[in-house]
């Protein structure tokens, strides 16, 4: 049973995040009995879609050996500039499609500035991404000091509605899988894992080390981004303080799901599963109606749990 | 015409000259062996060819035409393919994904293709099937394979580059003979092919059975290049050794003592195969060989920043189970590397913090005692002729001499009775050289007895009393009297290896 699941440790090392996934959908189905029914799940799929996306992003640029402290700021950012742009041009459909089209470039204007700081110019990638996570955090005071505004109903009502029977926001859950599907299978995802695993040895087998990292970067934006997005769509309004929370949450996500914060290793299907973990596990300390005073408490300590798990795991890894 | 031709080629690291002139030139369809000792410049001009360090001056000419590759992607576009030494392997990525790392098989859409890469893997592994060893597959992590077989991946992936000009830069290092007689087989195949091949190794029997023609370099310099049957091995060492002049002999003070300080026996570890010797007291005991054969994992091992696989230690009499520095430290043992910025110094720290961390790691005081901790460092730093302008000066403002200065400093205040220096003396100037010298000799009249490992042979001969020479991990030479000179010592570091450990 050990050897077994040291190989599939190996193998996939999201495991342990799927077993703690699981774990916890068992537990807040017996706190809250409607979890399992289709609105409920589908509101659950809604309310962790944003911090799943930017864990997505974020996972890229954590294979790489890099790490992005600025992708919730690019979350703010983008979300009161998409609602700026499409309540300043008067709501019509020409302005949300201005509005969503700005929104994913201002995403991945961010990122190129990390990418291009950290890969090109060689700046440390934790003090690099803080500071220009501070700057977009700063900018998106600027555009939106306090939060408000409003976009029109057919936003958030198709945000929240669905197509073909299916809801929205699973319909971008499932788009962003098959995404991080089509890049799993490219030369680009091989060289980000080289470039990660060993920098020396991709530089020296003529990987473009610099041009992976900007990429990464780019593609860390560019989830940010969507979160922004599905963040207006959830709100109905802008907020520039939105996305602060969700970077170490992304962090945390990535970590869970077995990334290696060393690079390499790792994947954006653990990711996803971080992300919902992180996010049942507010459901259960809801539901299980703990005191106020016990919530941060129980969380810290299913994160550790989690964590230690998946350390057991890598432990087994590196002995075989 | 040949293939590829570098005259000239010269390079400069900080105030080491690497290469100081030097020419090469490879024929298509033959197998050029390039050999040196330590230090001699030639993995310097195989990383310049590669594009992966830049020539100060020279030139070099592919085909006839003039190149110079700004990185190694444009080396490899021209069909060059290098394997590294120190191998460009991704450890936690799978034995497909490393041979094919960029160039890996598509399908039409663009998107890897792996049912491809897998059977290209496993193609390629078959040329080495019979003596690769067990648990080497396409999906296999290159971190769960042994030292041989990562090199054996190492040579697949350079050659699914298909490149025409190929530099082995040590790759039979690691590789048992059945294994060095696949690679051959595969290079006489590549040869055929009109392939060109640069094989440098320290094996000198490898150069024999393999090249058509051999280079020797020199302190960056080419001194010998001869068709290989138009030489010998003699020929080839005494170019490798230069004038063969005895080193010079330091006037000295000290006599060694007939008092065992130190008995190691079979004592193995990573890159250490049963190493047994005695060093008495009062002795400078020298450890040389080509690099990397054992010198440096020996005091590390001794030092307690190696675990131990076996054998035993005995200091004056005593025995000594290295669990870590600490341990080993209140033994009265020292440890001094030449790799300052790693093992050495606390750059951005005062002077008087680097030199009384050992003293206080050993006495486990809570709280510091300034004025005792100088007054016990002053006599060191004086007999050390170390120039600074103030104790609360941060090391980084001196030189490296000064800087090696320090950290030895640091370890005499402890007093110690074996003092272990793996090569003290690396990049620094002569009159600090001079000014360790002859500390080291004093220390020794006083007892103190001195492991040395030195990549400088002329120092190594000149200082020591005694020098083992060690050879894949093995103590394959002892060198007393009259037989410390560089014939001796070459004759037995560059013997054919005893078989891996």
């Known amino acids: 049973m050990k050897s077994t699941l040291r190989l599939s440790g190996h193998r996939h090392p999201y495991l342990m995040a799927a077993v703690v996934f699981l774990v916890l959908c068992v537990v807040n189905a017996i706190l809250q009995p409607s979890f399992l029914k289709f609105g409920v799940a589908t509101s659950n799929v809604a309310a962790f879609l944003p911090m799943a996306l930017v864990a997505i992003g974020q996972t890229y640029v954590v294979l790489a050996s890099d790490i992005d402290l600025s992708a919730g700021a690019i979350v703010s950012v983008v979300n009161v500039v998409v609602v700026s742009i499409i309540e300043g041009m008067g709501g019509t459909g020409a302005s949300i499609a201005a509005g969503l089209t700005l929104g994913i470039a201002v995403g991945l204007i961010c990122g190129a500035v990390n990418g291009l700081c950290v890969a090109y110019l060689r700046f440390q990638p934790i003090v690099t991404t803080f500071a220009t996570g501070i700057v977009f955090a700063g900018f998106a005071l600027w555009v939106l000091p306090e939060a408000g505004r409003q976009v029109p109903p057919e936003f958030y009502l198709a945000y929240a509605g669905t197509v073909l029977g299916v809801p929205t926001v699973l319909w971008i859950l499932l788009a962003a899988i098959a995404f991080a599907g089509v890049i799993a299978r490219t030369r680009f995802y091989q060289a980000l894992r080289a470039t990660g695993g060993n920098i020396q040895a991709a530089y020296q087998t003529g990987v473009p080390v610099a041009r992976v990292r900007l990429r990464a970067y780019l593609l860390s934006g560019l989830f940010a981004a969507l979160a922004g997005l599905a963040l207006v769509g959830e709100t109905a309004s802008g907020d520039p303080l939105i996305g602060g929370a969700l970077t170490l949450a992304s962090v945390t996500a990535v970590v869970l799901g077995g990334t290696a914060l060393s690079g390499c290793i790792g994947g954006v299907a653990g990711s996803i599963l971080g992300a919902f973990i992180l996010g049942l596990i507010n459901n259960v300390i809801f539901f299980a109606q703990l005191p106020f005073a016990w919530q941060g408490l129980i969380q810290g300590l299913i994160i550790l749990a989690a964590l230690a798990g998946g350390v057991v795991m890598a432990r087994g890894r590196q002995e075989t | ?501």
């Open chain 2, 1 to 501: 015409m040949p293939i590829l031709e570098a005259s000239g080629i010269r390079k400069q690291f900080g105030g080491v000259v690497a290469l100081a002139g030097a020419d090469f030139s490879l024929d298509a369809g033959a197998v050029h062996a390039l050999i040196g000792s330590n230090g001699c410049g030639k993995s310097t001009l195989c990383k310049i060819i590669a594009g992966s360090v830049a020539a100060d001056a020279g030139t070099i000419r592919l085909d006839g035409n003039p190149v110079s590759f700004s990185d190694p992607q444009e080396a490899a576009a021209a069909g060059i393919g290098v394997f590294y030494q120190e191998l460009s392997l991704v450890r936690p990525m799978t034995v497909a994904e490393n041979i094919y790392l960029g160039r890996e098989p598509r399908m039409r859409t663009g998107l890897l293709d792996r049912d491809a890469l897998r059977s290209q893997a496993e193609n390629a592994l078959e040329q080495f099937r019979s003596v690769i060893g067990t648990g080497v597959h396409p999906d296999a992590r290159v971190a769960d394979l042994s030292a041989d077989q990562s090199q054996l991946i190492e040579i697949l992936k350079v050659l699914a580059a298909n490149p025409r000009i190929i530099i082995l830069d040590e790759a039979t290092a690691a590789l048992d003979r059945n294994q060095v007689d696949a690679v051959f087989h595969r290079i006489r195949a590549l040869k055929a092919d009109g392939c060109a091949i640069i094989f440098i190794t320290h094996r000198m029997d490898e150069v024999f059975e393999i090249a058509d023609r051999v280079t020797v370099m020199r302190n960056g310099l080419t001194v010998l290049s001869q068709p290989i049957g138009q030489t010998s091995h003699d020929e080839i060492v005494a170019a490798m050794v230069g004038d063969v002049m005895p080193p010079a002999r330091r006037e000295r003070k000290h006599v060694p003592a007939q008092e065992t300080a130190l008995e190691v026996e079979q004592l193995s570890a990573a890159k250490l195969a049963g190493v047994s010797f005695k060093a008495r007291r009062g002795e400078i005991l020298g450890l040389g060989g080509l690099h990397g054969q054992g010198q440096s994992a020996l005091l590390r091992a001794l030092f307690g920043a190696l675990p131990l696989k076996a054998g035993s230690i005995q200091v004056d009499g005593k025995r000594l189970a290295p669990k870590g520095p600490r341990t080993v430290m209140r033994r009265s043992i020292a440890y001094v590397s030449g790799d300052r910025a790693r093992h050495g110094v606390m750059a951005i720290r005062p002077i008087f913090e680097n030199l009384v961390i050992s003293l206080l790691s050993r006495e486990r005081r809570v709280v510091v005692q300034t004025e005792r901790l100088e007054r016990e460092t002053r006599p060191f730093i004086e007999r050390l002729k170390l120039k600074f302008s103030s104790l609360q000066a941060t090391v980084a403002e001196l030189s490296g001499g000064n800087q090696q200065k320090v950290v030895l400093a640091r370890w005499l205040a402890t007093h110690p009775s074996v003092l272990l220096l793996d090569d003290p003396t690396k990049g620094i100037d002569i009159q600090t050289k001079e000014d360790l010298y002859s500390t080291m000799d004093e220390l020794c009249s006083q007892g103190v007895c001195i492991l040395l490992h030195s990549s400088d042979d002329e120092e190594l001969l000149g200082i020591s009393d005694r020098v083992l020479v060690f050879n894949g991990g093995r103590i394959v030479a002892e060198l007393t009297g009259e037989q410390r000179n560089r014939q001796a010592l070459y004759e037995a570091a560059y013997a054919t290896a005893p078989a891996a450990a």
